[in-house]
């Protein structure tokens, strides 16, 4: 069974509509959801049937997606974190937000929080009295889907935590994992034991049974598979362990960690970079696993649609009739005719799942 799903960037919204992801936009969950709505809306009439809508790259979920949800706190989770930590939250009108780097930059193990002390920080109850005004409506007109959910489905978002302490630390914490191993190892599992518990938080108070978890470590192809069986595999393990089944995220070229992906307990699914073997995937995976793979951006910003099919066919015969789904992700100066491209050449196979074809 194949599919295919997109999600139109804030570049390509701020250019089209004219809307500005300023900070009222993150913090007033009002202008949020009026312009979420705006987004949406140009997104099912510009490309309908293309199951395509306004989202973060990766985080939600069309046949999740619900008109009456209002996102409360809908920022990254490794910048809430972070902000938890003392970094400031740094809005950009037409693109993603982003926060200042090196939160913990110069600071020891011993400076860390307590990670439950992290709910009585002050972004947290604000956002707590947000999901409350939302529920307390008498109405109830809207849905609040909390910090580090995208959707109606429970499926709980963070990234990995080798790639937030890269954020909050720098590169240079690739380089410690070598020399500074155990160090190391307590910041990651600090990382991964605040993201549990600010997850478990926000489930809570949103009412929002969590069902899973996408884990984006983004960073994971900029070291060699031995630290990510090290590192990455225990303490994404003992995530999975605690939230639920596992959606992993991997940037870039994968291939050669595949093997160690396997390692991590509680694994589902994987989300993979366009330029990873599908077919290696198959063989340690087995058809069942869903994998979601990602088109190459030089393929989607080419007006010559002849690049991204030959992907995606070479994608599908390395698949072996395994559980697919292409997904991407268009930013401003992507090639929308190549989109409908590959979303035609899906839309024929005929394993395509067509019961699940929607408007965004």
């Known amino acids: 069974m194949i599919n295919i799903s997109g999600t139109l960037s804030k570049g390509w919204m701020a250019r089209a509509l004219g809307v500005r992801f300023d900070r009222e936009y993150y913090f007033n969950p009002d202008r949020r959801y009026a312009i979420?709505?705006?987004?949406?809306?140009?997104a099912a009439a510009q490309f309908p049937g293309m199951r395509l809508f306004y989202s973060e790259s990766n985080l939600g979920q069309i046949d999740y997606r619900d008109n009456r949800q209002i996102q409360i706190g809908g920022i990254q989770p490794n910048m809430i974190l972070g902000m938890l930590?003392?970094?400031?939250?740094?809005?950009?009108?037409?693109?993603?937000?982003?926060?200042?780097?090196?939160?913990l930059s110069g600071k020891g193990l011993d400076d860390l929080p307590a990670p439950e002390s992290l709910l009585d920080r002050e972004l947290v109850?604000?956002?707590?009295?947000?999901?409350?005004?939302?529920?307390?409506?008498?109405?109830?007109?809207?849905?609040?889907?909390?910090?580090?959910?995208?959707?109606?489905?429970?499926?709980?978002?963070?990234?990995?935590?080798?790639?937030?302490?890269?954020?909050?630390?720098?590169?240079?914490?690739?380089?410690?994992?070598?020399?500074?191993?155990?160090?190391?190892?307590?910041?990651?599992?600090?990382?991964?034991?605040?993201?549990?518990?600010?997850c478990r938080h926000f489930s809570q108070i949103a009412e929002l049974p969590i069902t899973g978890v996408h884990v984006g470590e983004c960073s994971s192809c900029m070291v060699s598979p031995e630290l990510i069986e090290k590192f990455v595999v225990p303490v994404t393990s003992k995530i999975g362990e605690n939230l639920g089944p596992i959606r992993l995220h991997s940037c870039g070229p994968g291939t050669n960690h595949l093997q160690v992906f396997s390692k991590i307990s509680n694994l589902r699914c994987l989300d993979l970079g366009g330029d990873t073997s599908i077919r290696k995937a198959r063989q340690i995976f087995g058809k069942d696993m869903l994998i979601?793979?990602?088109?190459?951006?030089?393929?989607?910003?080419?007006?010559?649609?002849?690049?991204?099919?030959?992907?995606?066919?070479?994608?599908l015969e390395d698949n072996e009739g395994g559980n697919l789904e292409y997904v991407y992700h268009v930013e401003e100066n992507y090639n929308i005719g190549t989109i409908h491209t590959l979303t035609d050449f899906v839309k024929n196979q005929p394993d395509f799942n067509k019961p699940s074809l929607n408007s965004a």
């Open 36 to 42: 979420d709505c705006e987004c949406n809306e140009y």
């Open 85 to 103: 930590l003392g970094a400031h939250f740094v809005p950009h009108d037409s693109y993603d937000a982003d926060i200042t780097p090196g939160c």
């Open 125 to 198: 109850k604000l956002f707590d009295e947000q999901i409350r005004r939302v529920q307390n409506d008498s109405a109830k007109r809207l849905r609040a889907i909390p910090p580090f959910f995208w959707d109606t489905s429970g499926r709980a978002v963070i990234h990995g935590t080798m790639t937030t302490a890269q954020k909050f630390l720098g590169e240079t914490f690739f380089i410690d994992m070598m020399t500074e191993q155990q160090r190391c190892l307590k910041i990651m599992n600090w990382i991964g034991e605040a993201f549990i518990i600010l």
């Open 292 to 315: 979601s793979v990602a088109p190459l951006p030089g393929d989607m910003s080419n007006e010559n649609t002849e690049p991204i099919i030959s992907w995606a066919e070479r994608i």
